[in-house]
Every structure is written in structure tokens, then in C-alpha cells.
């Protein structure tokens, strides 16, 4: 397995998941920069976090029409896994590998902090190996991360199974209060019906060593694992 | 070739909260007084410079572009385009 982690002017969380992916879990990887990036040259791809393109006009937007997400287009048709973190997730919407939309948190504030998250199914391939129901520590750190999708779009979303983490409180239950962005059905991460393209805006890169979380734990670890495995 | 002014407005729809629009309305106007104002959505603009024939045309051109680069998300977004008279 081959990983490409593909870089846009503003990725700014590029090397933490190439260090993680890498010198933690012993994977082939290549940094790319977008313009360079061919399908063909790997077996999986992650749009990582950040500011590309400076979030101008909406976040994610500029990012979704580079060169690049056609080839990460024609890679999601083969069926090959594609994660996207944070403003990965974000471009994935814009590019209409994922449905609904991102919107500017509803406190109106950038929010960086520790979250729990709940694993809402294991019907996909990056969440096969962590129980449904499970709660995740990772952390947040954006500013449009409101999840929002018509009345229509949420239903299907769930009666297909695409939600796969959800933000929660200590006791698993699905609150206000545990929600940080206003997030519609506190979604934290959903999957493409395909269930090879996941997009989250929790950091598992920012949460796999044990030494950078405050709980001791490395719980994006087994997500990044899982998405190398597939 | 003449030019045009269009202007795009782009606003959450009804279904899609805009905290900065509530947060205006109350931190600001409604505590300042304003009571008879009871509600603020906010939005982007964007105002384009566009060689055309005409004003319709100047209007068709940028509603192809903006549906064809997304420049809004249709699943939260409106979008309203309006060609302004000619550029002297």
C-alpha cells in the first residue's frame, strides 16, 4: 500500500499525517504537491487539514476544482480509500465526493479542542475494527465545521449507514452540550455510499501517540490503521 | 464590447442557521435599541466585471459560471444574480 498525501497551498496539517502515517504505522508514503499528483502513482490518498486557497470564497472550494480532485475523483471510482481531514473533509464536500455542507460553527468561533466522538457504525471499511458505539478521543480545530443537509439528505444519510462518527458527551449520549458546532445530528464524519471515501473534521492524526493527547491515548490511530488496511 | 456589473448574493438557506446574522440582530441592534428589527442574515458578495452584448447576457453567463464552478453549495445556498446597467 502506497499513500499519497496531497498538498494545497495552505495545507497546513500535511506533515503531521505523513509523520504519523509513516514513523508510526510503517506505511509507504509520498508527500504531493497538488499540480504533480497522478491517480496511478498510489493506492490510497489523504486530503489533509488546513487553509487551502486561504478558505477564500467557501472553504474547501478552490481546492475541489485543482487538477488533483480529478485524479482523487477517478481513484473514489475505482474504489480506492481516500480520507480527507478537516479541510480534507471540506474539499470532499466541495467536490461532491461527499454530501451536504460545512458552514461556519455555530458559536461563530474557531474551535480547538479536545472532543469525544462516537463511532456510529462499523458498516465501512475504516471503522470495521472499532465497535460501534465506542468513543473516540480526537481533536477539533476549525472554524466551519457545521455539519448541514436538507431534511432529505440527512435521512438518507442515515438509513444508509454514511454516518460514522458523531460528537457526544462522556456518556455516549448525542447533546448540545457535547456538540461543539452546531453540527446537524452532532455529525462529526460521514461516508460515501461506496464506503471507501471517509471525511471527518476531528484530527486521528493529531490523536495516534500516546505522548500528544491529554487522556494518554492514541484513539485515531486504529482509524489511520483501518484506511491503510483497505 | 460593453461591460456589466453583476452582482452575486449568495445567503444560507432558511433550514441552515447563520449565527453571525442572530448574533448581529441581538448583540447589536435588538440591544441597542432597534427592537422594530427582528432579524439579520448575513451573506457573501460578489460583484463581477463582465464584457457582454447585453444585460441578459451578462446575467446568463454568470449564472452558467456560478452553477458550473459551484460557486454556491445548492444543498445550504441562495444565490442571487442581478446584471447592474452598462460600465461607462
Redesign the interface.
Known sequence: MKVAVIQFPGSNCDLDVFHVLRNVLGVEVDLVWHRSFEAEDCDAAVLPGGFSYGDY??AG?IA??SPAMRHVKEMAKQGKPIIGICNGFQIL??S?LL???L??????MFICKWVKLKVETENNPFTKATAKGTILDMPIAHAEGRY????E?LRQLHENDQVVFTYTNTQGNLTEEGNPN?SMDCIAGICNLERNVLGLMPHPERASESILSPFSDNDGLQILRAFTEM | MPSFVVEIVIE?KK???D??GE?ITTELINREGFSAIKSVRTG?YLRLLVEAADKEEAEQLVTRMSNA???F?P???TCNIRAKSEVE
Not at chain 1, 103 to 108: E, H, V
Not at chain 1, 148 to 151: A, L, M
Open positions: 470564497l467557501r472550494i475541489a476544482h464536500i466541495e461532491g454530501p451536504g455542507a458552514l461556519r460553527n455555530q458559536g461563530m448541514v443537509n436538507e431534511p439528505g452546531g | 444560507n433550514m441552515a442557521r449565527p453571525e448574533t457573501k464552478l459551484r460557486i453549495n444543498v445550504v445556498h
